[in-house]
């Protein structure tokens, strides 16, 4: 009888097979399931802007800022100095413009404005970016980023920035 007994092996018992091509087929099935699905969060410069109302950040003597509802133009009246900002296609920086001056990049934008700002004849009491609604955060901030290094012809910083559609009024 005990030469009928077939040898198990070393350990002694008939292990239990997995088939792993279903476990393969099922991890696959997974993978391609979350790399279609997955939609990654926007890029901080690619964000579309939606400007508020333009608001003065000053008040003109003998008024109180944005008390009255029927002021379509809140900022009319103060000594105003308007910056535009154009988008490109792509939605990235193009052209730029203080009042009806073109300015074709930054660098030549922060020359500009120091030489407006330093001049102590000149008394702004808000300046404005005017933005275009398809400038994309990162273009806007370039522009931000070269104003608040402005200094006032007093030697203080510039720090009274607004901010309107364009099209729209300042």
Do not use: W
Request: with cysteine.
């Amino acid at each position: 009888m005990a030469s009928r007994r077939k040898k198990r092996g070393k350990h002694g018992g008939g292990g239990v097979k997995m088939d792993m091509a279903a476990m393969l087929d099922m991890a696959f099935q997974l993978l391609t399931f979350f790399i279609l699905t997955f939609k990654p969060a926007p890029v901080e410069g690619e964000v579309r802007l939606r400007l508020p109302p333009p608001q003065p950040i000053t008040q003109k003597a003998g008024q109180s800022a944005g008390n009255n509802a029927a002021n379509n133009n809140p900022a009319s009246g103060l000594e105003t100095l308007v910056i535009s900002a154009f988008a490109k296609p792509t939605g990235a920086l193009g052209q730029m413009a203080i009042g009806e001056s073109q300015i074709g990049s930054t660098s030549a934008l922060d020359r500009r404005l120091s030489e407006i700002l330093a001049d102590p004849v000149a008394s702004f009491e808000q300046v404005v970016i005017q933005v275009d609604n398809k400038l994309n955060y990162e273009g806007l901030m370039q522009v931000v980023d070269v104003c608040t290094r402005q200094k006032l012809a007093n030697g203080e910083k510039l720090t009274k920035l607004s901010f309107i559609a364009a099209g729209e009024a300042p």
